[in-house]
């Protein structure tokens, strides 16, 4: 039973953060984990794992992998997830330990910034575009969703085991740019339209809440704003596809 | 009484078309269907929505402008209500009446196909990315959810009463795109990469379900192919997302 308390602990951000342990939950995502490098601590597994779509070649996986597997009822899985996991199997896995100065030497570089997000599927999809389109890191500003948050890991389909995540300060993320030579070009409706610009070699793109836009901490640092001219009738895009255009305008 | 009957029966997509009726949520949606031409035939109001940000200001807007409005228990509205609405309030409208052979006399003109998008966040997300890059209309082929789902319409946060939709068969769309003389360029994979394309004056673009891909009766239909550069570690974008790039690289 110990999994499943553990399971059950994860749920909290300050649980994750303690113990450097996250879950990933449903079949896709825990297809993505195995395949991964990230290091898989045990996995809860309920009846109707048996019913669900590859359901069953999933069990042998993580059997044949060596992976601590807890048979429980529907009552206790639904006690532990936190998506709505009718597939019934749960993972509970190593958060990786990365450092933000091992991509500072590189000549080209994309990072996109998380300036209080909170939406946990349009981070997820964002997390997901991001390592779509060759991005190198994404790094959660405060008041940004957890990025090993379980909705956020489903949505992210699997990226979250590949692609490189930070959580960082207004003031330790400056720094970080500051001595990498990257500039910081933020997403705001009064900024230049994107589509006359040239991105430098060096790139960090920050986008806002929908609501609130950039922090102001986060607005005093930026080089440049940037916007993606919309119809004066809407009021804005969603999040994740502003983003995904944006950063698709400014790839490498 | 009949309001909440008729919002219940509304809940049925073929209740919506034989009456011509949809139901709107939530306090922006209402707001954003007070300031569109649409007609409103009642609303549902439960007691939570005096407590609603602009929940008052919200009820007195319908009752100046006459709406006939129905106080309900919580468990009434919840009865009625398609999606989360913790801010109890929706509205029964009129579905315009559009017809697509005003827009064929354009000289320029973008319309997006929507070939089997099940989801109703990514489609409605999706109407609200249409209306913001001036997408003159949006087409929704078989299999495709209903453009007036409650879920559909939350999600498009207002751009369901002022962007254009229609529901069409593959024969339909085929006949409409000959007669004006407009391009029908699919996404795909395996397409020619849209960076290295001009799109023509007036084009259609479609997109199809996220694991299936285009119909094959959509496919014998379109006049390219073209696709997304994605990283080969990735299986694939988000719909929503992926549409908003190319009508953004397609734009007018």
Redesign the interface.
Known sequence: LRILTLARDLRRRKSREKQALFVAEGVRALEELLASSLQIRGALVAPQLEGAQRGAELAASLASRGVEVLKVTEAEFRSAAETESPQGVLAIAEIPVRSLDELANRDNIRLLVLDAVQDP?NVG?IL??A????VDATIALPGTVDLWNAKVVRAA???SF?HWTFHASVGELGDFLHGGGIELWGADMSGEPVANLSPPGKLALAVGNEGAGLSSSLRERVDRLVS?P??G??????V???T??LL??LRK
């Open positions: 599927g999809t997901r575009t390592a779509a389109l060759d389909m699997g990226s590949r993606l919309i119809s009738k809407v009021e804005s895009l969603n994740a596809v502003a995904g255009i698709y305008q």
